[in-house]
């Protein structure tokens, strides 16, 4: 497929000086700000979504998807942790992917990264809307246009600054979810896991899977939220002290603390408010904590207002990760070049701004469900070609560099690709509309590139020179 597709795309070399206006401020991130970097992408997702798992599934159902995505998601971060150690660029999935399966792989892959990042915040912005207007009445426009110039432009500000700042809204976040923990524990009450009944007419129905086996396959999406974007985490390789070391801890790390939340929230919304009350509630953790303790108590108006932090994290972080895969596809020449120029604070100027334009004009739709779910189709799209991008890799390259290796090698990958197929056949369940539209944004992208990109490709940016050496060296050998 590499081979294929280099002869049918035409490269030229960009000037030093093409280069030198394209730079990201190298050496900002340790693995512990990546590390909250990866929470941050996902830590909106405890403080709501999932739990309308529970209605299409039941605790029983809602448990069991969980238990998959967070095997896909463990399975990927595992592999995504030596590709990005091996090839430490700002394209992340893309540049693995152009490496393993030439232009057009690598091409397909950005783009799928590019639908989830570049609509998840328009989405986030809605949510963001509603709890803002539940605090001071306030929501509608005037709210996502001011959250996407204030963070839009503390990126501008630079990356060390805007990453310090995200880390300490992520720990507001999370002192929000310890706070939930532990105002729920004493009221947890197993019995309160089964409060929805049984649907008589669903093969497999019970008090555990009340919507049956076809319900683990339709919360599979939501069990997403619990985990999604984490993958965004080696966007960051070219802005971290020391990739091959710290990519691997950072992520991995990261998906950890991720497992360790949504097992908490998973059991402790339900287990003390009862499943059927908090299936559908627009703010779960604040509801369960108002069940067992008023609507008036400090707990639940703490984490209300606490909470907010979640989504600002979530929405703040996801601003980084569209801008990076922006940058890296314009500086390779797969985006019009323009938005990858950088300025004095070598941060990605337009490849933050035109987005950002692009995800307020989707916020106005008001259509947050819908985005989510075309977010959740592009991400699967590109978990499986990720995964498929560690295994041809592992085949085609044995000898390449890796300071961090997979355990269990294409195994593992391959888990996460065949886990990814499963749950990007569960998104047409949840939505035939998201899917329909995710499909159109491809067939423009992959027109553009048909017609006008593949023509244009610049050989000597990072994830395009790899790519030929990698070509040049196969062929002599």
Same mark, same amino acid.
């Given at each position: 497929?590499?081979? *294929?597709?280099?002869?049918?795309?035409?490269?030229?070399?960009?000037?030093?000086?093409?280069? *030198?206006?394209?730079?990201?401020?190298?050496?900002?991130?340790?693995?512990?700000?990546?590390?909250?970097?990866?929470?941050?992408?996902?830590?909106?997702?405890?403080?709501?979504?999932?739990?309308?798992?529970?209605?299409?599934?039941?605790?029983?159902? /809602?448990?069991?998807?969980?238990?998959?995505?967070?095997? !896909?998601?463990?399975?990927?971060?595992?592999?995504?942790?030596? /590709?990005?150690?091996?090839?430490?660029?700002?394209?992340?999935?893309?540049?693995?992917?152009?490496?393993?399966?030439?232009?057009?792989?690598?091409?397909?892959?950005?783009?799928?990264?590019?639908?989830?990042?570049?609509?998840?915040?328009?989405?986030?912005? %809605?949510?963001?809307g509603g709890y803002v207007n539940?605090?001071?009445?306030?929501?509608?426009?005037?709210? +996502? =246009?001011?959250? +996407?110039?204030? $963070?839009?432009?503390?990126?501008?500000?630079?990356?060390?600054?805007?990453?310090?700042?995200?880390?300490? %809204?992520?720990?507001?976040?999370?002192?929000?979810? %310890?706070?939930?923990?532990?105002?729920?524990?004493?009221?947890?009450?197993?019995?309160?896991?089964?409060?929805?009944?049984?649907?008589?007419?669903?093969?497999?129905? @019970?008090? #555990?899977?009340?919507?049956?086996?076809?319900?683990?396959?339709?919360?599979?999406? #939501?069990?997403?939220?619990? #985990?999604?974007?984490?993958?965004?985490?080696?966007?960051?390789?070219?802005?971290?002290?020391?990739?091959?070391?710290?990519?691997?801890?950072?992520?991995?790390?990261?998906?950890?603390?991720?497992?360790?939340?949504?097992? =908490?929230?998973?059991?402790?919304?339900?287990?003390?408010?009862? &499943?059927?009350? /908090?299936?559908?509630? @627009?703010?779960?953790?604040?509801?369960?904590?108002?069940?067992?303790?008023?609507?008036?108590?400090?707990?639940?108006?703490?984490?209300?207002?606490?909470?907010?932090?979640?989504?600002?994290? @979530?929405? $703040?972080?996801?601003?980084?990760?569209?801008?990076?895969?922006?940058?890296?596809?314009?500086?390779?020449?797969?985006l019009p070049r323009f938005l @990858?120029?950088?300025?004095?604070r070598k941060v990605p100027v337009?490849?933050?701004?035109?987005?950002?334009?692009?995800?307020?004009?989707?916020?106005?739709?008001?259509?947050?469900?819908? /985005?989510?779910?075309?977010?959740? #189709?592009?991400?699967?799209?590109?978990?499986?070609?990720?995964?498929?991008?560690?295994?041809?890799?592992?085949?085609?390259?044995?000898?390449?560099?890796?300071?961090?290796?997979?355990?269990?090698?294409?195994?593992?990958?391959?888990?996460?690709?065949?886990?990814?197929?499963?749950?990007?056949?569960?998104?047409?369940?949840?939505?035939?509309? =998201?899917?329909?539209?995710?499909?159109? $944004?491809?067939?423009? !992208?992959?027109?553009?590139?048909?017609?006008?990109?593949?023509?244009?490709?610049?050989?000597? &940016?990072?994830?395009?020179?790899? &790519?030929?050496?990698?070509?040049?060296? *196969?062929?002599?050998?």
């Amino acid at each position: 497929m590499s081979n *294929s597709n280099n002869r049918a795309v035409e490269s030229e070399a960009g000037t030093d000086d093409y280069l *030198s206006k394209r730079q990201l401020k190298k050496g900002v991130a340790g693995w512990v700000l990546l590390a909250s970097l990866g929470v941050s992408y996902v830590i909106s997702g405890d403080f709501a979504g999932w739990n309308f798992g529970l209605e299409r599934a039941g605790f029983g159902g /809602m448990l069991l998807a969980t238990i998959i995505m967070g095997l !896909m998601y463990m399975c990927l971060v595992l592999s995504l942790a030596e /590709m990005s150690s091996s090839i430490p660029t700002a394209g992340g999935g893309y540049s693995f992917a152009r490496r393993a399966l030439g232009p057009l792989g690598g091409f397909l892959t950005g783009t799928a990264i590019l639908l989830e990042y570049a609509i998840a915040p328009a989405a986030i912005a %809605i949510f963001i809307g509603g709890y803002v207007n539940e605090l001071i009445g306030i929501d509608g426009p005037v709210v +996502y =246009a001011g959250f +996407y110039c204030v $963070f839009v432009g503390i990126h501008l500000w630079g990356a060390g600054e805007a990453l310090r700042i995200m880390m300490g %809204i992520t720990v507001l976040a999370v002192i929000a979810i %310890i706070v939930f923990v532990l105002g729920m524990l004493p009221y947890f009450d197993v019995n309160n896991l089964f409060t929805i009944p049984a649907n008589p007419d669903v093969a497999g129905a @019970s008090a #555990f899977l009340p919507e049956g086996y076809v319900g683990i396959w339709a919360a599979l999406p #939501f069990a997403m939220w619990l #985990f999604l974007a984490v993958e965004g985490v080696p966007l960051a390789a070219e802005e971290a002290s020391n990739p091959a070391k710290d990519m691997p801890r950072g992520i991995i790390a990261s998906m950890v603390i991720l497992l360790i939340f949504a097992a =908490a929230v998973l059991f402790l919304v339900p287990g003390g408010a009862g &499943a059927e009350a /908090m299936k559908s509630h @627009s703010a779960p953790l604040v509801g369960a904590l108002q069940f067992v303790y008023g609507a008036d108590s400090m707990a639940a108006k703490f984490v209300n207002i606490v909470g907010l932090f979640g989504l600002i994290a @979530s929405f $703040f972080s996801i601003i980084y990760a569209y801008s990076r895969q922006v940058f890296a596809l314009s500086r390779a020449g797969y985006l019009p070049r323009f938005l @990858s120029l950088s300025g004095e604070r070598k941060v990605p100027v337009w490849a933050l701004i035109v987005p950002g334009i692009l995800g307020f004009l989707l916020s106005l739709t008001g259509e947050g469900d819908l /985005m989510i779910t075309m977010a959740v #189709f592009g991400a699967t799209v590109s978990y499986a070609l990720m995964s498929l991008s560690h295994i041809i890799l592992r085949r085609k390259e044995p000898q390449l560099a890796r300071p961090y290796k997979t355990p269990g090698g294409t195994l593992t990958s391959g888990i996460a690709l065949v886990l990814s197929l499963i749950a990007l056949a569960s998104t047409f369940v949840v939505s035939t509309q =998201a899917a329909l539209w995710s499909a159109l $944004f491809y067939v423009v !992208m992959l027109t553009y590139f048909l017609l006008y990109s593949r023509h244009r490709i610049v050989a000597n &940016a990072p994830e395009e020179e790899f &790519a030929l050496i990698a070509n040049a060296e *196969s062929e002599l050998s």
